[in-house]
């Protein structure tokens, strides 16, 4: 097995011809300076490395989702400014309804009072009506006995 092949691989376990087991719970077994194993050396640098490469895709991931919220943002606050145009106008165009029917009142006012009067003479028409038909009624009822 080579030595690439000892470092690929974390399951050997050597003997360190110094100090006996590659594994140390000492702080200072991770510097480069420590006359320790070379195996111990080359898997904590790699450990380290990849656990800097780890940290650094998380980094990224979240920095990448920060982008995307502030994009989501951007577009959140284009569509809420077309949204308070919309309703800008909508506001303004119902003043100037207002203000048409405000100028129009007084016709519609005079409207229905020709409406009631229209309907009060309808009512004298159909009372007219009634009271000449009695009368001519009366009249042939008249003219019969003569």
Not at 6 to 14: A, L, P, R, T, Y
Not at 123 to 133: E, V
Request: proline fraction near 3%; charged fraction near 35%.
């Amino acid at each position: 097995m080579s030595e690439e092949d000892k470092i690929e691989d974390f399951s050997c376990v050597e003997e360190s011809p110094k100090r006996g087991p590659t594994l140390s719970t000492s702080t200072s077994s991770f510097e480069r300076n420590d006359p320790h194993d070379p195996n111990l050396s080359l898997l904590s640098t790699k450990m380290f490395e990849k656990t800097s490469e780890y940290l650094m895709g998380e980094l990224n991931i979240t920095e990448e989702d920060y982008k995307l919220l502030e994009t989501m943002n951007k577009v959140t606050m284009q569509k809420y400014a077309s949204y308070r145009q919309i309703a800008s106008d909508v506001g303004k165009q119902i003043i100037e309804l207002n203000e048409k029917y405000k100028s129009l009142e007084p016709y519609l006012s005079q409207i229905d009072q020709i409406e009631d009067s229209v309907s009060k003479l309808e009512q004298a028409a159909f009372k007219l009506d009634a009271y000449a038909k009695r009368l001519e009624a009366k009249y042939k009822s008249l003219e019969k006995r003569q």
